[in-house]
Structures are given as structure tokens and as C-alpha cells.
């Protein structure tokens, strides 16, 4: 199901547009600086407020389309990258296109943003070159609140970014249960006037020079799940109020947990003998014989899954077969020949080097008109079952890099404007015996106010957001302090560079320069 990290991606990509527009607010509240005596120069020489408010808001716009359009064409870009992500059914996303109505979308959501975040620097400048042409220092809550903005909506990307990273490599470290390594998987349909068509095939590939193992199945893990079916269980009853047993079916053919190497903890696997005329037997996992034969042996009993009762002749370790982090239902594996209506099966096979040329050899050797599709390896398998998490890390912490970004080059931008408006200041303190060191450390404070109280808020943004996470974590706490505490070291790490070279730069003024500026 998608829908649920699309809507978290979604709400990321909100977060960085904000973080984006509060960016270019105020780096045009900083451009607005200069402008002060510009604009008070016009208003004197008879130009209207109206008239100096649209060539601003003609300038946003312009702003605006440009990003909109250049938008658009990393959309299209990315649009084309979408058939290559390997994720489950990832074929669908060929069908993926940008259609009229996300251009127009795409291009009036970069005007309005540009309208909105451009016109409060535009009513400011106004404001400042009527009233107050000749002062050089203004109050900078607007600004300070931009930053701190870009700094909480950043602080909350990387939080979550980093709850799903640890999750995502908790998942990656769980073992399926068999192992994936040299497996290659590829599947064929079942010839209708052919019925030997099977039993040659596996004797083919024995036969093929380079195949450590090979085994025929359907389905095999990783391809979209098992055959899931209730079943029943001989002289055994489901309590009163117990819901209905369920469990996954594999059919497979002898040498199947020798080429997966899912250990076998009782009784012996399907043989050779277990064909077609043969009464029907069946292996459990170690899953169903915990839950439904609790401190008894299993073997010899019988289960009804498909085709009637079958008894029970082996048990063998638990796998993941769907996803990692979910655990497989109870299963129960078939013989091959003793279930045949099933149209499809699988050809499983480990080799060290490339199995796919040795199967498609042993298959065209038996019937030269059965092609091959779905041929993949089962590393590459259990990759697309975790691509829509790799895929979500990857955008949410491409999302977080960009607002960082944006949040580090806002601070400077400010800090920096504030140290040029006030150059003559320090200058006259420094003239009258104020230290390097205090200069310093009262940027620093004043530079960083706004980022503390952003990280603060960001704690508490990326907090709230824990309830829209829990479906993606695995062994992982929703508040878990590492991630937590790590987000917001580090982006006051960065913070505190940002501030630091413009307040250093102020406490290496010298006086007389600054008071010849002044």
C-alpha cells in the first residue's frame, strides 16, 4: 500500500517548500537593506506607494516562475527515473506521467508562494523608506521568525529521516530464515499438452554443469507472498470465539530447502517418491508446529490446506517470506507433483556464478517454446520488498539536507546583514574598550536565539508527527532520544558555524574604519 508513505512524503515536501519561501523572505527582507534609500529617493521624487509595490511584487514573480519552471523540469527528470526504482509491482510507475493539470498546479503553487513570501518585504521596505529612510537599525522579529521556521521545520525532517534510517537498517539485518546469497529465481508457465514437462525440466537441471542445487516451486519467497488458504487440522477443533486458521502454502519439489539451506529440524524433506499416485505429504514451519502442536510431535499428524488431508512429515525452520519485518503466517509446504493445477512455477537454483544462461539452456533443452519472465536473483528480491523504504529515507533525507541548507544560509544571511547595519556601533564599543571575545560572543548569542528556540519547536513538531510514523518503525522507539538528540546536535553544530564567521568578522573591525564608514 503506498498511500501511506506518499502522504508522508507529501507532507515532507510541504515542509521544504515552507522552509524554501521563508528562505527567500528573508534573504529579501536582507536585499531590502540597500533599497531603503532607493525607494525613499522615488516616493520623494512623486512615485506611489502602488507603483513601487507592483515592480517588488513583479520582481517575486519573476522569482517565482523562474523556480517554478525550473521545478517543473527536475519533475519531469525525476518523473523519468520513476520506472527504474525497484519496488514492489515498480512496473506500475511507467504509467506515471506530468499531465496538464500538475504543470498548472505546479506553476501556480510557485506564484502564490512567491506572492505571499514576497509581498511582507515588500510592505516592509515600503514601510521603512517612507518613515524611516535615514535609520539604519530596525527591529528583526520578522526575520528572527523565518529563521526560526526554516530551523523547525528542518529539525523535524531530520528527526523523522533519522527514525526511518535506524529502522531501515534494523529491517535490512533481519535474517529471512534461509539464505539469499547465489540464488537465482526465474519463472515459467507450465505447458498445457505437456504433462512430463516438470519432471524432465528438474532432471535437466541437475545436469547442467555449475548448478550447486536447484529445485522447482511455486510460489518462492519475496515474489509477492505464499498461497494463503485456511486449513484444518485432523481431530482437532478451533475453540469457541477463535477465528479461522490461516496459513501460507509453498509447493516444491525435492531439493528446495537443500538450495535455500532452510534447515530441516525433523523428519525428512519431499522425495523423489512423494509423486503424483503417491499418498499426499506435506512439511511444516516451525511457526505452525509452536503454535498448533505445542510439546508434541507433529509428524505423522494431518492438515487439510489444499487438495484434502496430508500428513505431516518433516518440520523445518521459519522464513520471511513476504517482508522482513513481517513475519510469515504458519506454512506449509506441498509436493510438487501432488499439487499440479497451479499454471505457474518457479525455477530456483544457486550457483556461485550467473545461473541465468544454465536455466534457460535446461529449460529450452525440455520444451523450447516455454519462456522465461520474472528472473531475478533473491537478493534482488528481498531489495524490492525494502524499496519503498529506501526510497522514502532517500527523498525525506534529500528533503532534510536541502532545508538545512537553506535554514544555514538564512542564519548567515541575517547575521551578516546585522553586523553591516551595525558596523558603527562596534566600532565606537570597541573604540571605548570593548574586547574581541564580547563582541563575538553577543553576535553569536543573537545569531543563535532564533535557531534554539527553532530546534525547540522542531523537538515538539517532529514529536507530534510520532503518530504518523508508527507504521513505519520497526524496533524502534517513536520518541527515541539518539535520534532525537542527534538531529538537534548537529544542527546547531552547523548553526554555530553559520553564525560564526560573520560575528567574527565583526569582532575583528577596526574602529576608525567603522567610524570613517560611519
Same mark, same amino acid.
Given at each position: 500500500?503506498?498511500?501511506?508513505?506518499?502522504?508522508?512524503?507529501?507532507?515532507?515536501?510541504?515542509?521544504?517548500?515552507?522552509?524554501?519561501?521563508?528562505?527567500?523572505?528573508?534573504?529579501?527582507?536582507?536585499?531590502?537593506?540597500?533599497?531603503?534609500?532607493?525607494?525613499?529617493?522615488?516616493?520623494?521624487?512623486?512615485?506611489?506607494?502602488?507603483?513601487?509595490?507592483?515592480?517588488?511584487?513583479?520582481?517575486?514573480?519573476?522569482?517565482?516562475?523562474?523556480g517554478g519552471a525550473a521545478g517543473l523540469l527536475m519533475a519531469g527528470f525525476a518523473v523519468s527515473l520513476l520506472p527504474g526504482l525497484r519496488i514492489p509491482r515498480g512496473q506500475l510507475l511507467a504509467l506515471v506521467t506530468l499531465d496538464w493539470r500538475?504543470?498548472?498546479?505546479?506553476?501556480?503553487?510557485?506564484?502564490?508562494?512567491?506572492?505571499?513570501?514576497?509581498?511582507?518585504?515588500?510592505?516592509?521596505?515600503?514601510?521603512?523608506?517612507?518613515?524611516?529612510?535615514?535609520?539604519?537599525?530596525?527591529?528583526?522579529?520578522?526575520?528572527?521568525?523565518?529563521?526560526?521556521?526554516?530551523?523547525?521545520?528542518?529539525?523535524?525532517?531530520?528527526?523523522?529521516?533519522?527514525?526511518?534510517?535506524?529502522?531501515?537498517?534494523?529491517?535490512?539485518?533481519?535474517?529471512?530464515?534461509?539464505?539469499?546469497?547465489?540464488?537465482?529465481?526465474?519463472?515459467?508457465?507450465? @505447458?498445457?499438452?505437456?504433462?512430463?514437462?516438470?519432471?524432465?525440466?528438474?532432471?535437466?537441471?541437475?545436469?547442467? @554443469?555449475?548448478?550447486?542445487?536447484?529445485?522447482?516451486?511455486?510460489?518462492?519467497?519475496?515474489?509477492?507472498?505464499?498461497?494463503?488458504?485456511?486449513?484444518?487440522?485432523?481431530?482437532?477443533?478451533?475453540?469457541?470465539?477463535?477465528?479461522?486458521?490461516?496459513?501460507?502454502?509453498?509447493?516444491?519439489? @525435492?531439493?528446495?530447502?537443500?538450495?535455500?539451506?532452510?534447515?530441516?529440524?525433523?523428519?525428512?524433506e519431499i522425495l523423489d517418491s512423494d509423486g503424483a499416485n503417491a499418498p499426499r505429504v506435506c512439511l511444516i514451519d516451525a511457526k505452525l508446529a509452536e503454535r498448533f502442536f505445542p510439546n508434541q510431535d507433529p509428524l505423522g499428524r494431518e492438515i487439510a490446506m489444499y487438495g484434502g488431508w496430508a500428513r505431516i512429515v518433516g518440520v523445518v525452520g521459519?522464513?520471511?517470506?513476504?517482508?522482513?519485518?513481517?513475519?510469515?503466517?504458519?506454512?506449509?509446504?506441498?509436493?510438487?507433483?501432488?499439487?499440479?493445477?497451479?499454471?505457474?512455477?518457479?525455477?530456483?537454483?544457486?550457483?556461485?556464478?550467473?545461473?541465468?544462461?544454465?536455466?534457460?539452456?535446461?529449460?529450452?533443452?525440455?520444451?523450447?517454446?516455454?519462456?522465461?519472465?520474472?528472473?531475478?536473483?533473491?537478493?534482488?528480491?528481498?531489495?524490492?520488498?525494502?524499496?519503498?523504504?529506501?526510497?522514502?529515507?532517500?527523498?525525506?533525507?534529500?528533503?532534510?539536507?536541502?532545508?538545512?541548507?537553506?535554514?544555514?544560509?538564512?542564519?548567515?544571511?541575517?547575521?551578516?546583514?546585522?553586523?553591516?547595519?551595525?558596523?558603527?556601533?562596534?566600532?565606537?564599543?570597541?573604540?571605548?574598550?570593548?574586547?574581541?571575545?564580547?563582541?563575538?560572543?553577543?553576535?553569536?548569542?543573537?545569531?543563535?536565539?532564533?535557531?534554539?528556540?527553532?530546534?525547540?519547536?522542531?523537538?515538539?513538531?517532529?514529536?507530534?508527527?510520532?503518530?504518523?510514523?508508527?507504521?513505519?518503525?520497526?524496533?524502534?522507539? @517513536?520518541?527515541?532520544?539518539?535520534?532525537?538528540?542527534?538531529?538537534?546536535?548537529?544542527?546547531?553544530?552547523?548553526?554555530?558555524?553559520?553564525?560564526?564567521?560573520?560575528?567574527?568578522?565583526?569582532?575583528?573591525?577596526?574602529?576608525?574604519?567603522?567610524?570613517?564608514?560611519?
Amino acid at each position: 500500500d503506498l498511500r501511506r508513505p506518499l502522504w508522508l512524503v507529501w507532507a515532507a515536501a510541504w515542509v521544504l517548500l515552507l522552509t524554501g519561501c521563508a528562505n527567500v523572505g528573508g534573504l529579501l527582507l536582507s536585499r531590502s537593506a540597500p533599497r531603503r534609500r532607493e525607494m525613499a529617493i522615488r516616493i520623494s521624487l512623486g512615485a506611489t506607494r502602488g507603483q513601487i509595490l507592483r515592480q517588488l511584487l513583479v520582481e517575486s514573480l519573476l522569482l517565482g516562475l523562474l523556480g517554478g519552471a525550473a521545478g517543473l523540469l527536475m519533475a519531469g527528470f525525476a518523473v523519468s527515473l520513476l520506472p527504474g526504482l525497484r519496488i514492489p509491482r515498480g512496473q506500475l510507475l511507467a504509467l506515471v506521467t506530468l499531465d496538464w493539470r500538475l504543470l498548472f498546479y505546479g506553476l501556480a503553487l510557485a506564484l502564490l508562494s512567491s506572492v505571499f513570501f514576497g509581498l511582507t518585504p515588500a510592505l516592509q521596505l515600503l514601510r521603512e523608506s517612507q518613515f524611516a529612510a535615514m535609520v539604519r537599525s530596525r527591529r528583526r522579529w520578522f526575520q528572527d521568525g523565518l529563521v526560526t521556521a526554516e530551523v523547525a521545520g528542518t529539525l523535524a525532517l531530520l528527526v523523522v529521516t533519522s527514525l526511518l534510517l535506524r529502522s531501515l537498517w534494523r529491517v535490512q539485518h533481519l535474517p529471512p530464515g534461509f539464505e539469499p546469497r547465489h540464488i537465482t529465481t526465474a519463472f515459467l508457465l507450465k @505447458p498445457k499438452n505437456d504433462p512430463g514437462f516438470l519432471t524432465r525440466l528438474e532432471e535437466a537441471l541437475r545436469a547442467s @554443469p555449475g548448478l550447486e542445487a536447484t529445485a522447482l516451486a511455486y510460489p518462492v519467497p519475496f515474489s509477492g507472498g505464499g498461497l494463503t488458504s485456511s486449513f484444518r487440522i485432523r481431530n482437532r477443533e478451533r475453540r469457541p470465539g477463535e477465528p479461522e486458521w490461516h496459513g501460507e502454502a509453498y509447493i516444491i519439489s @525435492p531439493g528446495y530447502f537443500r538450495t535455500l539451506r532452510i534447515p530441516l529440524l525433523r523428519g525428512r524433506e519431499i522425495l523423489d517418491s512423494d509423486g503424483a499416485n503417491a499418498p499426499r505429504v506435506c512439511l511444516i514451519d516451525a511457526k505452525l508446529a509452536e503454535r498448533f502442536f505445542p510439546n508434541q510431535d507433529p509428524l505423522g499428524r494431518e492438515i487439510a490446506m489444499y487438495g484434502g488431508w496430508a500428513r505431516i512429515v518433516g518440520v523445518v525452520g521459519a522464513i520471511r517470506g513476504t517482508t522482513l519485518e513481517e513475519g510469515s503466517r504458519p506454512v506449509v509446504y506441498y509436493s510438487l507433483p501432488q499439487l499440479p493445477f497451479f499454471p505457474q512455477a518457479a525455477v530456483v537454483a544457486r550457483t556461485r556464478g550467473s545461473a541465468v544462461p544454465a536455466i534457460r539452456a535446461a529449460v529450452r533443452r525440455t520444451n523450447p517454446l516455454v519462456p522465461l519472465y520474472d528472473v531475478k536473483s533473491m537478493e534482488e528480491r528481498i531489495g524490492e520488498s525494502l524499496g519503498i523504504r529506501r526510497v522514502m529515507v532517500w527523498l525525506l533525507a534529500s528533503f532534510g539536507a536541502i532545508s538545512l541548507l537553506l535554514a544555514t544560509v538564512g542564519l548567515h544571511s541575517v547575521v551578516a546583514q546585522l553586523v553591516g547595519e551595525r558596523t558603527a556601533e562596534v566600532g565606537l564599543r570597541m573604540a571605548l574598550g570593548a574586547q574581541p571575545r564580547q563582541i563575538l560572543a553577543q553576535f553569536m548569542r543573537q545569531g543563535l536565539r532564533s535557531g534554539v528556540i527553532g530546534i525547540l519547536i522542531g523537538l515538539a513538531a517532529a514529536a507530534y508527527a510520532q503518530k504518523w510514523l508508527t507504521g513505519f518503525l520497526y524496533q524502534v522507539k @517513536p520518541y527515541d532520544l539518539v535520534s532525537f538528540a542527534a538531529a538537534s546536535v548537529g544542527i546547531l553544530a552547523l548553526l554555530s558555524l553559520a553564525v560564526w564567521r560573520p560575528a567574527r568578522r565583526a569582532s575583528r573591525i577596526d574602529p576608525q574604519a567603522a567610524l570613517r564608514y560611519e
